[in-house]
């Protein structure tokens, strides 16, 4: 990789040559391709897609629709398995409220789960009166599969929703395994794919996940736009939760016929220049390399890491082996508040990290710890914005101390 070319490609680097963006695993920065795709859409054709007839309406359904083939392809999916949504958080709802439970039906999931995809069951407990089963880790955070089996034998449920890289430490579940299991117990799966999918080759084939949702702003794309993948075979399992305009094919006073999927499930105007952006932003990590980039941040991590050990009160959440975790470093030092140190490094070197329970409270409150700052990198942070990282904790510590 390349990095300094990379970086030749965001517009806010080149602005502002002193950040450090540190802060990858919250939203990602964006590059000009797909700065470019989005403005395509309104300077070239900003017509309704899909309804439309005229020139402009036809050449924004034709973009569109490529949109879709191409994050089809990214994923070795089919491009009627590709609903859009507004984002991860929408795709885990849709799932979450539709898909055909009944009380008393056990759901498991792990103990770090995003709230994304925590509370739309623990609403689905509440009003369907579904079980909900916490599966724990271990205590260095990694999946626990003794206790994963278990409850399969003990829950015998009828869905597993997981977290596929947790936003919280970096760490990837063993999901072709979880998967498997789940099915051999006949369970369906749904794979929270936010952290997952920016960061590493995701083949839905491969993993047979049968629900896999996703973020365009984790991945260069643009905010409000994301991905719910649904395996064909169980799409009929799901039904709309939302309705309107291209959702069917007729309605009268009383009745109404659904569209196929996925057009059922993208109910009214879309954000068609978000998807235009999000597949620009697919093309542009596959030109790179998937396993390109899980190296590169796996190098930074080890670095970032090793250093960080030399500092007292380092105390680092979640796997010891950086590879374990992705291109996260989430750590406390002790006796200093996470949202002191985030504060202090922005003002001091212009490092800008998350500092705090990062959407994952539950886990945080049955660990009674208050929060973490966070590290995440990503593609075009470079070994000097890690050393100036370490540099600057150091000056923090000695600071604060």
Not at 145 to 161: D, W
Not at 278 to 289: M, S, V
Not at 332 to 350: F, Q, R, W, Y
């Amino acid at each position: 990789m390349n990095v300094s070319k990379i970086r030749e490609d965001f517009p806010i680097l080149q602005a502002n040559k002193k950040l450090i963006y540190f802060d990858n695993a919250c939203t990602t920065l964006k590059p000009k391709q797909v700065i470019d795709a989005l403005n395509e859409y309104y300077v070239k054709y900003p017509a309704c897609a899909v309804r439309s007839l005229h020139k402009l309406g036809r050449a924004a359904t034709e973009a569109y629709e490529r949109s879709r083939v191409r994050i089809a392809k990214f994923l070795n999916a089919k491009p009627d398995e590709i609903i859009f949504t507004k984002n991860a958080t929408e795709g885990l709802n849709l799932v979450a409220r539709t898909l055909k439970l009944n009380k008393g039906d056990a759901v498991l999931a792990t103990d770090k789960e995003h709230n994304s995809s925590l509370l739309p069951w623990l609403l689905a407990v509440k009003e369907r009166g579904i079980k909900r089963i916490v599966v724990p880790s271990k205590p260095d955070n990694s999946f626990d599969m003794t206790a994963f089996e278990k409850a399969i034998g003990t829950y015998k449920p009828k869905l597993v929703t997981a977290i596929h890289a947790s936003n919280l430490d970096g760490y990837t579940i063993p999901a072709r395994e979880v998967i498997k299991r789940a099915h051999d117990a006949g369970a369906l799966v749904v794979l929270d794919g936010a952290q997952s999918v920016p960061h590493q080759s995701i083949d839905v084939r491969k993993l047979d996940v049968d629900f896999l949702a996703f973020s365009g702003h984790k991945m260069l794309g643009p905010t409000g736009i994301g991905v719910l993948y649904v395996k064909r075979s169980v799409m009929d399992k799901l039904e709309p939760f939302m309705l309107g305009g291209e959702t069917v094919t007729n309605s009268t006073y009383t009745s109404y016929d659904l569209e196929k999927p996925p057009a059922r499930f993208e109910a009214g105007i879309q954000d068609y220049s978000g998807a235009m952006g999000l597949a620009a932003a697919a093309e542009y990590l596959e030109k790179i390399g998937l396993e390109n980039i899980a190296k590169h941040e796996t190098e930074l991590n080890t670095r970032l890491t090793k250093g960080m050990q030399d500092i007292h009160g380092f105390d680092l959440v979640g796997p010891v082996k950086p590879e374990l975790r992705n291109g996260i470093m989430s750590f406390n030092i002790a006796g200093v508040d996470p949202h002191t140190i985030a504060l202090m490094l922005d003002e001091l070197s212009g490092i800008a990290i998350r500092s705090g329970q990062h959407c994952v409270h539950s886990w945080f409150n049955a660990h009674n710890i208050k929060g973490t700052a966070r590290a995440s990198l990503y593609l075009y942070n470079t070994q000097e914005e890690v050393d100036t990282f370490i540099e600057t904790m150091k000056k923090i510590v000695k600071a604060v101390k």
